[in-house]
T-cell receptor, first 119, second 114 residues
Framework: AQKITQTQPGMFVQEKEAVTLDCTYD???????LFWYKQPSSGEMIFLIY??????QNATEGRYSLNFQKARKSANLVISASQLGDSAMYFC????????????????FGRGTQLTVWP | DGGITQSPKYLFRKEGQNVTLSCEQN?????MYWYRQDPGQGLRLIYY???????QKGDIAEGYSVSREKKESFPLTVTSAQKNPTAFYLC?????????????FGPGTRLTVL
């Protein structure tokens, strides 16, 4: 079974600084997908970034980048130039994937990291 | 605008009553999911459906039931058999084919049992 571990219950960062949120995973599958979601206090889940296990480049989306280290089974989220609006809960999740192809549905979530950005 | 709607936003129930949470999507997604979130916890999968008239149990299906009669709708019933139903419930949907298939989430329903 897939397992996601987020070891940082809370993180603090000053505005305009970069921050790294840790995520490690455990799976015996060769093909899988890794996701990060943001959950503000309102409760909705917002998709941030995706990394496929066979992707050769680390994923980037604007200020978000994913530091993917396959051998270590880690998929850390890096947020550059933090903003006050980045304060939220962040979840790492993974799913199985067909070989080099589409993901297969259900997500396995970690417990999340509460990020607080201070001025 | 395409999206996922969940209703109601807040729901109060007396012990022993069944209650149904609504989830509708107009994104033409094949797959739909129900998750439960407790304070300080990640999301846990209750049920999911990848096609109309078919669904599978997730990790915590006991005390819940679902139906998928239409592609757009995936209602969740919390039955009186669910021992600890107070939680935040999130519905999601996604395509089944394609590379990434990220799940899009609704705004959630907060259920409180009195």
């Amino acid at each position: 079974a897939q397992k996601i571990t987020q070891t940082q219950p809370g993180m603090f960062v000053q505005e305009k600084e970069a921050v790294t949120l840790d995520c490690t995973y455990d799976t015996s599958d060769q093909s899988y997908g890794l996701f990060w979601y943001k959950q503000p206090s309102s409760g909705e889940m917002i998709f941030l970034i995706y990394q496929g296990s066979y992707d050769e480049q680390n994923a980037t989306e604007g200020r978000y980048s994913l530091n993917f280290q396959k051998a270590r089974k880690s998929a850390n989220l890096v947020i550059s130039a933090s903003q006050l609006g980045d304060s939220a809960m962040y979840f790492c999740a993974m799913t199985k994937a067909k070989h080099r192809g589409s993901t297969l549905g259900r997500l396995y979530f970690g417990r999340g990291t509460q990020l607080t950005v201070w001025p | 605008d395409g999206g996922i709607t969940q209703s109601p936003k807040y729901l109060f129930r007396k012990e022993g009553q069944n209650v149904t949470l609504s989830c509708e999507q107009n994104l033409n997604h094949d797959a739909m999911y129900w998750y439960r979130q407790d304070p300080g916890q990640g999301l846990r999968l209750i049920y999911y459906s990848q096609i109309v008239n078919d669904f599978q149990k997730g990790d915590i299906a006991e005390g819940y039931s679902v139906s998928r009669e239409k592609k757009e709708s995936f209602p969740l019933t919390v039955t009186s058999a669910q021992k600890n139903p107070t939680a935040f419930y999130l519905c999601a949907s996604s395509f089944s084919s394609g590379r990434m298939n990220e799940q899009f989430f609704g705004p959630g329903t907060r259920l409180t049992v009195l």
